[in-house]
């Protein structure tokens, strides 16, 4: 495959509700998709990274710079031998940028899909035409705050509530949720890495509320932390940031360092990776969910092909798009009975319409391809 044109579009999308974690508030989605021509068909994709490096060291203007002046050349210089399969291992000599890796894979995988005209779930091994939904829930200044946006969640049919937590924030928000919403309500947290384990003690006052999972409470490179906060917490623990590759996922599950995973495709460098960590997550009995980095139209429909795979048991971060903007760039995923649809169409099976595109797009550059 040759690549003819490489655009970079620069987007800055606003979001319906801020979006407040431990590490941070977001009140825009700030990313960029790249748009990939080859002779035979146009592939896109959505880099994963936020503006600053607060969830990953990534971050968008570097995950840019690498596409550009390293990932690219060392892809281009394969020639006709390049595709989505061995973009892996001609990237690996440049350590880590995973989510820069994620956005060139992807964006090949999708061109090479849309030639082929067969869709990312068909591909990946989807085995479920829809996914059930779940919705992560920011921070808010008052537990009322909380509650009404929480209430407007269930009432709009997500299956399961993801509150983020941080010091002082945490056992008593979750303790009104589950009093309000009742023991049915499938709820779980997610830290963003928030605590150490001397906070062991701590969380495991979260025990009684019968959480389905506490996501990333430590730092990300503290598999050994989180392995012995299992022993000392009822609720199964999730890694979120500590999984950037299946090789972490084996140790984290080998070391007992959690009983779920978060498969986040950018995260890991792209769908491939993702769906390794799910055939060894699988393998081992551990559920996994699809998350998500507050993703337009473009990431998403590929994010719920993923979740389409057998091995994601719980509902993912995979919501509708009025969660998170007013107007998408694509076409709205939209809740329907608490689920999003698979996209069937060629590639990740959604398009840019181009006025949204237009509108949300603050710039364009192109990656030199000869
Ligand atoms: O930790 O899962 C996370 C958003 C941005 C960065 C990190 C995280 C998140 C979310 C929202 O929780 C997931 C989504 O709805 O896309
Ligand atoms: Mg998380």
């Known amino acids: 495959m040759k690549i003819r044109d490489l655009t970079v579009h620069h987007l800055r999308i606003p979001l319906v509700v801020p ?40 971050y968008l203007e570097g995950a840019e710079w690498v596409l550009r002046h390293q990932l690219v050349p060392r892809l281009l210089a394969l020639g006709d031998g390049l595709s989505a399969g061995v973009v892996r291992d001609a990237l ?48 808010f200044d008052t537990i009322p705050e909380l509650l009404d946006n929480v209430r407007r969640y269930v009432d709009q049919g997500y299956q399961r509530i993801k509150l983020k937590i941080e010091p002082g924030w945490d056992i008593e928000p979750v303790r009104v949720v589950r009093e309000t919403f009742g023991d049915d309500l ?31 409470p430590l730092p ?31 140790a984290a599950i080998t070391l007992g360092a959690c009983q779920v995973i978060n498969i986040k495709p950018s995260r890991v460098g792209g769908y491939l990776e993702a769906r390794r960590i799910h055939d060894i997550a699988e393998a ?49 995923f939209v809740l329907e009975d608490g689920h999003l649809t698979v996209p069937t169409g060629p590639g990740i099976g959604v398009d840019p319409i181009p006025e949204a595109l237009a509108a949300f797009t603050v710039s364009t550059t192109s990656i030199p391809v000869s």
């Open 19 to 58: 979006f407040r974690t431990s590490f941070g508030t977001s009140h825009v989605k700030e990313t960029f998709v790249l748009r990939l021509e080859t002779d035979d068909a146009v592939g896109w994709a959505e880099c994963g990274a936020e503006e600053d490096p607060l969830y990953s060291s990534e």
């Open 92 to 139: 690996e000599p440049v350590k880590g940028h995973r989510m820069a890796k994620h956005v060139i894979e992807t964006a090949l995988l999708d061109a090479e899909l849309r030639a082929a005209d067969m869709s990312f779930g068909r591909y990946l091994g989807a085995t479920k035409t829809r996914v059930p939904s779940g919705v992560s829930v920011g921070i």
């Open 186 to 216: 499938l709820l779980q947290v997610d830290a963003n890495t928030a605590y150490t384990l001397r906070d062991a003690r701590h969380l495991a006052k979260l025990d009684p509320f019968d959480l389905l999972l506490m996501e990333q």
């Open 220 to 250: 990300e490179d503290d598999l050994l932390g989180h392995a012995e906060l299992q022993k000392r917490i009822a609720t199964p623990v999730c890694l979120d940031e500590s999984i950037e590759s299946a090789r972490d996922a084996a």
């Open 284 to 332: 081992h009995g551990v559920p996994v969910w699809c998350g998500g980095m507050l993703e337009c139209g473009l990431g998403r429909a590929a994010n719920v092909a993923l979740a389409a795979l057998p091995g994601f048991v719980l509902p993912g971060d995979t919501s509708a798009s009025d969660r998170y903007f007013a107007e998408d760039i694509t076409a709205p």
